[in-house]
Structure formats: structure tokens, C-alpha cells
């Protein structure tokens, strides 16, 4: 919770530092960059509105299991309507985006310290416990970051500690689909992970 915390405010800072003229500029794919931050903050929107949502009894997942059922989720949702959630939430920001990101951050860093641990539904009505869907949210936040800063040239520092957990969780989805051995070689060297390559 720690992580996910320095995680959002990493996040902020970078929101903070972009110029008035980035906004409509390219952002990743079909979004730009209003959209791709509006996708993003969705990773603090939905801790927020998770937290009011407590898991349907039953088998919980993990985060790398999380991932799993979101891929056949969104093949089933269509790629078009996740493009299009990306932009509603970039329009959601508002006038002044960044003061939105900002509060975004304070909320749902506040929701969860005071929330425990808690098991959660989350999309789909997945069933997780709150560490391990922080755990998704720190990989959503620098990922993305990392695309932001990428697309703007902004400078973007997250911690040691934050690489680190996106980093892990990384290689243990591409472990848990079947690509941890692929992954492994690329990472030491021994082979090109090749075009397209994606644990997610």
C-alpha cells in the first residue's frame, strides 16, 4: 500500500509537469494524450469505487490472475470500447486535468490507508483482495507513465521500489500465461523477445 501510494504521487508529479499545448497531442495508439491520461487515472478511479464494492463470496484471484480474466474480458468488450473508456475518461478530467489527477491521487491514497485489506469486486465482478489489486494499479500507473513521459518527453522518476513491483508482477503474469521462459531468455540476453512481445 506503500508502493501504491509513492506509485500515485509519481504519477501526479508527472500529470503536474505537462504543458498547457500536450494535451491534445499523441498519446498511444487510437488516444491521445488527454485520453491516455484519462485511461490511467482510472487506475485511482477505480480503487476509489472498488472500495465501496466487497467481493461476491467465492474463489479470490491474484493479481497475475486478475490479468488473466481481464484479457478474455476485454476481447469480449471489443477494442473499440475500451479506446472509447479511455476517452470518456479523458473528457471526465475536465477544464483543468491535472488538478483532477491531483485529486484523484489524494482520494484514493486516503481510501486506501484507512481501508485495510479488504476483498473486493472489480471488473467483471472479480473477486481480489485490495493489496493484490494495488498491486495491478502499480503496474497500470507506471506503465502508462512510462507512455506518457514517452510521448511528451517529460521527465518521469518513479521509485526503485515502484519499477521493482511493476517489474515483478510483470514477469510473474508472463510466467503464470506460459511466456515466463520466453521472458527469462529475453531479459538475460540469451533471445529477442521478438515484435508484438506483451505479458499483457
Not at 474463489?59 to 475500451?82: C, K, M, N
Not at 482520494?107 to 490507508?113: G, R
Not at 506503465?143 to 519499477?163: F, K, M, N, W
Not at 513491483?165 to 523477445?193: D, K, P
Request: with cysteine.
Amino acid at each position: 500500500m506503500t508502493v501504491f501510494d509513492s506509485a500515485a504521487r509519481s504519477f501526479e508529479q508527472l500529470i503536474r509537469g505537462l504543458g498547457a499545448t500536450d494535451w491534445d497531442g499523441p498519446g498511444l495508439g487510437d488516444w491521445d494524450l488527454r485520453a491516455l491520461v484519462g485511461h490511467t487515472s482510472r487506475s485511482l478511479v477505480t480503487v476509489i469505487e472498488y472500495l465501496k464494492q466487497p467481493a461476491p463470496t467465492g474463489e479470490l484471484v491474484d493479481a497475475p490472475g486478475y490479468y488473466l480474466a481481464v484479457r478474455d474480458f476485454s476481447v469480449a468488450a471489443g477494442a473499440e470500447a475500451i479506446v472509447e473508456r479511455g476517452r470518456q475518461a479523458g473528457r471526465d478530467l475536465g477544464d483543468d486535468p491535472a488538478a483532477a489527477v491531483s485529486a484523484l491521487v489524494a482520494t484514493a491514497c486516503a481510501d486506501v490507508e484507512q481501508a485495510g485489506d479488504p476483498a473486493i469486486a472489480v471488473i467483471g465482478g472479480i473477486g481480489i483482495t485490495l493489496s493484490e489489486y494495488l498491486q495491478t494499479r502499480i503496474f497500470e500507473l507506471v506503465v502508462h507513465g512510462l507512455d506518457i513521459a514517452r510521448a511528451t518527453g517529460c521527465d518521469y522518476q518513479p521509485s526503485a521500489e515502484v519499477l521493482e513491483a511493476a517489474n515483478v508482477l510483470a514477469a510473474r503474469i508472463a510466467t503464470r500465461s506460459g511466456r515466463g521462459g520466453a521472458l527469462l531468455l529475453g531479459l538475460t540476453g540469451r533471445a529477442e523477445l521478438g515484435d508484438g512481445f506483451s505479458v499483457v
